[in-house]
């Protein structure tokens, strides 16, 4: 049976969570209700008991001195496939856009590998401040479906954003993040390749490039929460290792291409995300080099291009490149498609401000061999890998139902 972790903050729209219990028990759920502190004062846990046939959880340590209730967080986060919260807070937004675990909704959370559904409702100046702002940027960008609250009288009297959505909306939304991607890359290994390579030109300097190793790891993260193995090969980045995923840190295009070759073999698909460098440094000096008063000229020789090499040996392997691309989009990713031997090319364009290089959001074309080309239109990396991993398993059928 699917189960679905059912978090309730504590907000006036909390007497509406027990109709989304119901309505989420309609659609096949068995729904584990956990409470913060503050919706207790709102609600008995009793009214979710009865509804759900299961006892509710409110707090960190129970009653019961044992080591199973001093883990009760890690077993509630293994047991259930979806976490919806609603309402969602501004405490409970702000503790899970920081990791602040000190009740047990924000442990479990951090504890949680599924998919989190959010439904904030709250005051209208709530909503708008911009720490609000900031904290479900942060939420959307992890990849969590955030149910945006309606426009409306609120209990305080103001008008304006920060109604709970409607429960058939809320519901809705927990059953389309089930189905039927849950585990649909169950099996296969996923290699990717993500941010950008560094190139030294002596002991101290070096060459690189704007890309952010943002996309490639929401790929990772999308693969893995899709039942995928995931390898992940990483230039130089600021980000953390993604849970439950193999990172593997290179430096340079040769580190990364060596890294590429040995884990080829146990790889089913393969997406080069990466910005590798085209050039490099092969006599770069091993110490710093002076400076003087006459003008510099470096000579730098090409890359091997790692996604073409993979291309000529890939067998029956799903191949996927990147193209980042200022002009002729379609074209560029087409010829380079039909050059490097992919089977998809993820296309966007890098002249654009606010998406591609270093953002948060990205907007794409994905080049299929299948002749179609489809656009995905700005959204969060993570939503962005989501459309990705869709169109990857409309594809895998395609091209298995052409053998
Ligand atoms: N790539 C690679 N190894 C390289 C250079 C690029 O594997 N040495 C991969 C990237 O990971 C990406 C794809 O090739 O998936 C596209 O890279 P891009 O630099 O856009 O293409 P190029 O082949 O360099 O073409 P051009 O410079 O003509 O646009």
């Known amino acids: 049976m699917n189960t679905v972790a059912l978090g309730v903050g504590g907000g006036i729209a909390a007497y509406k969570s027990a109709e989304l219990a119901r309505a989420l028990m309609e659609r096949g759920f068995a729904v584990q209700v956990i409470m913060t502190r503050a919706a207790c004062e709102f609600l008995q846990p009793l009214t979710f008991a009865a509804l759900t046939g299961r006892k509710v959880i409110s707090q960190m340590f129970s009653a019961e001195d044992n080591l199973a209730s001093a883990i009760e967080h890690i077993r509630v986060a293994q047991e259930n496939e979806i976490l919806v919260v609603a309402p969602a807070t501004a405490d409970v937004l702000a503790k899970f856009a920081h990791g602040n675990a000190d009740d047990f909704l924000s442990t479990m959370y951090l504890a949680f590998t599924g998919r989190v559904v959010l439904a904030p ?83 101290v300097r070096y060459i690189t490039n704007r890309s952010s190793g943002k996309m490639g790891y929401a790929l990772a993260e999308e693969a893995a929460a899709r039942g995928a193995r995931v390898v992940l090969i990483a230039g130089p980045v600021h980000l953390a290792d993604p849970a439950g995923v193999r990172t593997i840190h290179v430096r340079t295009a040769l580190e990364m291409r060596k890294a590429v070759l040995e884990h080829l073999a146990e790889a089913s698909i393969i997406m080069k995300a990466a910005a590798v460098a085209d050039y490099y440094r092969s006599n770069a000096p091993r110490l710093k080099e002076k400076k003087t008063a006459a003008r510099l000229s470096l000579e730098l020789d090409p890359t091997p291009d790692i996604l073409a090499e993979v291309g ?92």
Do not use: Y
């Not at 954003?161 to 809320?170: C, D, N, Q, V, Y």
């Open 312 to 403: 000529r040996q890939k067998g029956d392997r799903l191949l996927v490149g990147f193209a980042a691309e200022t002009d002729h989009l379609s074209e560029e990713a087409r010829r380079k498609l039909e050059n490097k031997n992919c089977d998809m090319i993820v296309a966007n364009l890098v002249s654009q401000e606010g998406i591609g290089f270093d953002s948060d959001e990205n907007e794409v074309l994905l080049v299929m061999r299948t002749g179609e080309s489809i656009p995905v239109e700005r959204a969060p990396k993570r939503e962005v890998a989501r459309r990705i991993f869709d169109e990857m398993s409309r594809l895998r059928l395609a091209l298995h139902a052409a053998k």
């Open 121 to 203: 409702a709250m005051n209208t100046n709530m909503w708008n401040h911009p720490a609000t702002r900031e904290n479900i940027r942060i939420l959307e960008a992890r990849g969590h479906e955030i149910v945006e609250p309606e426009e409306g009288e609120l209990a305080c009297g103001m008008v304006g954003p920060g109604r709970l959505a409607r429960i058939e909306k809320i519901a809705d939304a927990v059953a389309k993040s089930r189905s039927p991607r849950s585990a649909d890359f169950e099996g296969e290994t996923v290699l990717i390749t993500a941010g950008p390579t560094q190139e030294p030109l002596d002991a």
